[in-house]
């Protein structure tokens, strides 16, 4: 059964910094582009980054741009999200995403994505 499975969420103070790593399970990541997205309460999910499948491109959303960073490791078969300089605003379930020779393009859709994770809940406090 082929998965990917968030963790490193958790609650920290405005300013701080958390690592969400996406591993995969049941295949290799070298060859899926990934995708990370985010869900507030009462609000509809939006795409925070992506990477393509082969690294070479990334993408952010203008609300994390200069903040979040997304990168890859084969070796560990995980993607990683580094999250920096976090606000209340930033609180979410954070969910990664896997696409099959995934691109990464600037407007970061769901609908490309066809394997979910069970999401991490990610929550700032000010």
């Known amino acids: 059964q082929l998965q990917v499975v968030e963790s490193g969420g958790g609650l920290v103070q405005s300013g701080g910094s958390l690592r969400l790593p996406c591993a995969a399970s049941?295949?290799?990541?070298?060859?899926?582009?990934i995708g990370w997205f985010r869900q507030a309460p009462g609000k509809e999910r939006e795409g925070v980054s992506c990477?393509?499948?082969?690294?070479?491109?990334?993408n952010y959303a203008d609300s994390v741009k200069g903040r979040f960073t997304i990168s890859r490791d084969n070796a560990k078969n995980t993607v990683f999200l580094e999250m920096n300089n976090l606000n209340p605003d930033d609180t979410a379930v954070y969910y990664c995403a896997a696409e099959y020779l995934g691109g990464c393009p600037r407007l970061i859709r769901m609908q490309p994505f066809d394997i979910w994770g069970q999401g991490t809940q990610v929550t700032v406090s000010s």
């Open positions: 990477i393509s499948s082969s690294g070479g491109s990334t």
């Open positions: 049941g295949f290799t990541l070298d060859h899926y582009g």
